[in-house]
């Protein structure tokens, strides 16, 4: 079973950028589709980005699109969020996830293999 741990995430100012990182240990981390999901104070848990087990198939909350781009480094065994643009609204716990299912059923968010401990992303107005 592949165990999650995420960085990178910090109090930075709108229109500012962060990447966040999620390194894997575990597991054969090739095997799994990732994601990324967010939860906001008071809100339930979204999901933001995900990555196929190739790398070659990405898809996106629509109000991140252009924004945030998801990567992988299968050499590294470590998934990455770019973000540029924030805004005070991407104020949340960010987690990523990991599933050997593959890349829809990352996007739907249940019951996946894997998930981090999650990682703070404040952006100030």
């Known amino acids: 079973q592949v165990q999650l741990v995420e960085s990178g995430g910090r109090l930075v100012q709108s229109g500012g950028s962060l990447r966040l990182s999620c390194a894997a240990s575990?597991?054969?981390?090739?095997?799994?589709?990732l994601g990324w999901f967010r939860q906001a104070p008071g809100k339930e848990r979204e999901f933001v980005a995900a990555?196929?087990?190739?790398?070659?198939?990405?898809y996106y909350l629509d109000s991140v699109k252009g924004r945030f781009t998801i990567s992988r480094d299968n050499a590294k065994n470590t998934v990455y969020l770019q973000m540029n643009s924030l805004k005070p609204e991407d104020t949340a716990v960010y987690y990523c996830?990991?599933?050997?299912?593959?890349?829809?059923?990352?996007?739907?968010?249940?019951?996946?293999?894997?998930w981090g401990q999650g990682t703070q992303v404040t952006v100030s107005s």
């Open positions: 996830a990991a599933d050997p299912r593959g890349l829809s059923d990352v996007i739907d968010g249940n019951a996946l293999a894997a």
């Open positions: 990555i196929s087990r190739s790398g070659g198939g990405t």
């Open positions: 575990g597991g054969t981390f090739r095997n799994y589709a």
